[in-house]
């Protein structure tokens, strides 16, 4: 939480230094005499349903740059993160935004749905998969902005020319940040197999030193889960891969008698078709493969619908520029996992959504683009009716 809050000021400070710059009205290329301008105006009323893991940040990359680029905003926090929203929209009208401008909106599913129902001139949401298709279904039928942050199964290949300890480290805290409760954690290993072994002792013993505990404790490094139904989620992943054969390294319980706590857990032996495999387990877990070579690894992270961020370690520069071309992700990140950049877009491919936040892309997808065409001079021209025999039309009306 306290990186949350203190890595917000930077993005608004990104967001106010570029807005004017994205808002610039442009001169194009056009004829003799002619004027011609792209300006950017408001999409109008926007839509923002939040999600409850980083609210600060989620929210903030779509309600700051809406308001910046002069829209109204409908938000909806998370059911799972109430009072947060309540506390946003307080400090945005002690800020001196008006009530009218930005609004909360709380409260479950039932009222989302109902949200994206209104005369909305735009769709903001980040969620699950599922809910992602429901809104799409809604928004589509009108032919209104759409954008959709649906996570992903991100993957991490680690090659054979790196330190293996580090790798491990730098694997597991992208696994097991925020109890694997981050759109962007990574939940599928692919490692070199003259590596593997090596890197599976490492990740066990880095695992095992971790601390379980209260959050607001400074020594914890892994809190609870949001509820019983997340950490069942993640029972139900690991459970299922154990029945058909995976191996269990280290975890795969729940631990303490208070708060859902499930042990950080490294499994071997997974295959494609287990679900710790193919769907979003949110939670911490490290379920390793073995690969015979780089190619090998890169159509294993192909192989599910999602593309929200990938991870490679890996010393060899042609390596990665290879995975950097060839793994489908929004975001590819080369021995350095998860860090994020204001500056840069932020989005998937395939199943994990529709768009991007952050960057010049997360202002611009508050604005309508606008093309105004001026011609100072009113007379007729050569190209209109009629068209003569032997004569051609100089230029045809696009």
């Given at each position: 939480?306290?990186?949350?809050?203190?890595?917000?000021?930077?993005?608004?400070?990104?967001?106010?230094?570029?807005?004017?710059?994205?808002?610039?009205?442009?001169?194009?290329?056009?004829?003799?005499?002619?004027?011609?301008?792209i300006?950017?105006e408001?999409?109008?009323?926007?839509?923002?349903?939040?999600?409850?893991?980083?609210?600060?940040?989620?929210?903030?990359?779509?309600?700051?740059?809406?308001?910046?680029?002069?829209?109204?905003?409908?938000?909806?926090?998370?059911?799972?993160?109430?009072?947060?929203?309540?506390?946003?929209?307080?400090?945005?009208?002690?800020?001196?935004?008006?009530?009218?401008?930005?609004?909360?909106?709380?409260?479950?599913?039932?009222?989302?749905?109902?949200?994206?129902?209104?005369?909305?001139?735009?769709?903001?949401?980040?969620?699950?998969?599922?809910?992602?298709?429901?809104?799409?279904?809604?928004?589509?039928?009108?032919?209104?902005?759409?954008?959709?942050?649906?996570?992903?199964?991100?993957?991490?290949?680690?090659?054979?020319?790196?330190?293996?300890?580090?790798?491990?480290?730098?694997?597991?805290?992208?696994?097991?940040?925020?109890?694997?409760?981050?759109?962007?954690?990574?939940?599928?290993?692919?490692?070199?197999?003259?590596?593997?072994?090596?890197?599976?002792?490492?990740?066990?013993?880095?695992?095992?030193?971790?601390?379980?505990?209260?959050?607001?404790?400074?020594?914890?490094?892994?809190?609870?889960?949001?509820?019983a139904?997340?950490?069942?989620?993640?029972?139900?992943?690991?459970?299922?891969?154990?029945?058909?054969?995976?191996?269990?390294?280290?975890?795969?319980?729940?631990?303490?008698?208070?708060?859902?706590?499930?042990?950080?857990?490294?499994?071997?032996?997974?295959?494609?078709?287990?679900?710790?495999?193919?769907?979003?387990?949110?939670?911490?877990?490290?379920?390793?493969?073995?690969?015979?070579?780089?190619?090998?690894?890169i159509?294993?992270?192909?192989?599910?619908?999602?593309?929200?961020?990938?991870?490679v370690?890996?010393?060899?520069?042609?390596?990665m520029?290879?995975?950097?071309?060839?793994?489908?992700?929004?975001?590819?990140?080369?021995?350095?996992?998860?860090t994020?950049?204001d500056?840069?877009?932020?989005?998937?491919?395939?199943?994990?959504?529709?768009?991007?936040?952050?960057?010049?892309?997360?202002?611009?997808?508050?604005?309508?683009?606008?093309?105004?065409h001026?011609?100072?001079?009113?007379?007729?021209?050569?190209?209109?009716?009629p068209?003569?025999?032997?004569?051609?039309?100089?230029?045809?009306?696009?």
């Amino acid at each position: 939480m306290l990186d949350e809050i203190n890595g917000l000021p930077a993005r608004i400070n990104f967001f106010l230094d570029s807005v004017e710059r994205v808002l610039s009205p442009q001169e194009v290329h056009n004829e003799a005499g002619m004027v011609e301008r792209i300006s950017h105006e408001p999409l109008g009323v926007i839509a923002n349903i939040s999600a409850w893991n980083y609210p600060y940040f989620v929210g903030g990359n779509v309600f700051v740059p809406a308001l910046l680029t002069g829209n109204a905003v409908l938000y909806k926090p998370s059911e799972f993160a109430t009072l947060t929203g309540l506390e946003i929209g307080r400090l945005l009208h002690a800020a001196g935004v008006p009530a009218q401008i930005f609004a909360v909106l709380t409260g479950g599913g039932a009222v989302g749905a109902e949200l994206i129902k209104q005369p909305v001139d735009g769709v903001f949401f980040t969620g699950s998969y599922a809910t992602g298709q429901r809104i799409s279904r809604e928004a589509g039928a009108r032919m209104i902005k759409l954008q959709l942050e649906l996570g992903g199964k991100d993957p991490t290949y680690v090659c054979d020319d790196v330190d293996v300890e580090v790798a491990a480290q730098g694997a597991v805290w992208a696994a097991c940040l925020n109890a694997g409760q981050v759109c962007t954690s990574s939940e599928r290993f692919y490692v070199d197999k003259k590596v593997a072994a090596d890197f599976v002792e490492a990740s066990k013993s880095f695992v095992e030193s971790l601390n379980i505990g209260d959050p607001m404790d400074e020594n914890t490094d892994i809190g609870p889960m949001i509820n019983a139904k997340g950490r069942q989620k993640v029972e139900d992943h690991v459970g299922q891969a154990l029945d058909r054969g995976a191996k269990l390294v280290t975890g795969g319980g729940r631990f303490g008698e208070r708060g859902f706590f499930y042990k950080p857990t490294v499994l071997t032996g997974v295959e494609p078709s287990m679900r710790v495999m193919s769907e979003e387990t949110f939670g911490p877990v490290v379920p390793v493969v073995e690969v015979d070579s780089l190619d090998e690894a890169i159509e294993l992270a192909n192989s599910v619908p999602f593309g929200l961020g990938a991870n490679v370690y890996t010393r060899d520069f042609e390596k990665m520029l290879k995975c950097a071309r060839g793994i489908r992700a929004g975001t590819v990140w080369i021995n350095d996992p998860l860090t994020d950049n204001d500056a840069a877009p932020f989005g998937g491919y395939g199943g994990s959504g529709i768009g991007r936040e952050l960057g010049r892309e997360g202002l611009e997808a508050f604005q309508e683009s606008k093309h105004v065409h001026i011609d100072p001079r009113v007379e007729k021209k050569d190209w209109w009716y009629p068209y003569g025999k032997d004569e051609e039309p100089e230029q045809r009306v696009m």
